[in-house]
């Protein structure tokens, strides 16, 4: 493949590989698993369980859009690193007899970039973005507890002079039990196919992902967990860095190094998991807190252990509007800052 900006794609490649460090760099529009809103982001980085009226859920799985969406609207805003910005807003609405539909946009702006070529010689600026049209459906099947759904996506990417066209399908599945105030749910990420390539002939695939999970909120206690296990497709997410690899043999001795086996298992099974907690202070008020393992694992620095891996924020509710805000921790050298809104239109008309 002849690359004529080889700087230009090296940013890219690396803004996207900086978060997605377990899969990251095997897929095209990674963007699209990025954690847009702030109560997701706040607990943990995925939350595909918890089916209580919140349309900026429904991205994640969906099936969690119900009939008290209709009217809906969902805005969320993400301040990240080096001036990328992205975002999402959805509206929601009820057809009697026929289900739930939502339409909405996820975008992300890298911002303003340095053109140069291989020898440093700087030629202008360039921009680079890319975008989602979603349109979603969700229904209930046999009864109300369950319910399934299906999100399509029509995928735009614009990296200076090269463009990419694609699209996607999420499919969703949610089974509650409010008896036990237990949530159930399943989900199948960005099947679908990269219809036009940033060079002829050179198709890449997208960033496939199923996984499961669960919310739970014991009796008489203001607080609720949710558990999700990423990547049931692929057992062994682990990293093995180049620069430093895994010693598998003592350097002086030359005797091998026996690796603890239930240590090795425990480390790729928590790699899979994304925990987190809510705590409902009040009914207007939500302290939400989180920790993703594979996050802390693949961007933490030794020498200087922080918060990576952990995320926290809140949700309050005032007047007619749910406001949520989430700070993520990825590395020592930042963290993300999420913001969410969310009403219903029909809150701001008098009943008769």
């Not at 493949?1 to 978060?19: D, E, G």
């Not at 759904?149 to 699209?167: E, M, Q």
């Not at 020592?332 to 008309?349: K, P």
Request: no cysteine; proline share 3%; hydrophobic share 40%.
């Amino acid at each position: 493949m002849n690359i004529r900006k080889p700087h230009v794609f090296l940013f890219l490649f690396l803004i996207n590989t900086a978060v997605f460090a377990q899969v990251g760099g095997n897929n095209t529009y990674e963007f699209l698993n990025l954690p847009i809103s702030a109560r997701v982001s706040s607990m943990g980085g995925n939350l595909i369980s918890v089916r209580d009226n919140d349309l900026n859920l429904t991205l994640t799985n969906p099936a969690l859009l119900t009939d008290s969406m209709n009217n809906n609207v969902a805005l969320s805003y993400v301040k990240y690193f080096a001036g990328v910005n992205y975002g999402y807003v959805a509206y929601a609405k009820h057809v009697a007899n026929v289900g739930n539909f939502s339409v909405g946009i996820h975008y992300l702006d890298y911002g303003k970039m340095t053109r140069a070529d291989e020898l440093g010689t700087i030629d202008g600026v360039f921009g680079a973005n890319e975008t989602s049209f979603n349109i979603a459906y969700a229904r209930s099947i046999l009864d109300s507890n369950f319910t399934v759904g299906a999100t399509l996506k029509t995928i735009y990417s614009h990296l200076d002079s090269y463009t990419s066209v694609g699209s996607a399908v999420d499919l969703g599945a949610s089974y509650v039990i409010p008896k036990h105030n237990f949530a159930l749910a399943a989900v199948i990420k960005n099947m679908g196919r990269q219809w036009k390539p940033y060079v002829q002939g050179n198709n890449e695939k997208l960033p496939f992902e199923m996984q499961i999970g669960f919310s739970k909120k014991p009796e008489h206690i203001p607080f609720r967990f949710s558990v999700v296990y990423e990547n049931i497709e692929k057992w062994d997410l682990t990293y093995q860095d180049p620069a430093n690899p895994v010693l598998t043999s003592d350097p002086l001795t030359g005797e091998a190094i026996k690796q603890n086996k239930y240590k090795l298992f425990g480390d790729k099974l928590m790699r899979h998991l994304v925990v987190g907690g809510e705590f409902l202070v009040t009914k207007n008020l939500f302290l939400r807190l989180g920790y993703n393992y594979q996050r802390r694992k693949e961007l933490i620095v030794p020498a200087k252990r922080g918060m990576d891996g952990f995320s926290f924020g809140f949700g309050l509710r005032i007047y007619k509007f749910h406001l949520s805000y989430a700070r993520a921790v990825y590395h020592l050298a930042g963290a993300s800052n999420n913001f969410s809104l969310s009403f219903d239109i029909n809150s701001f008309y008098s009943k008769k």
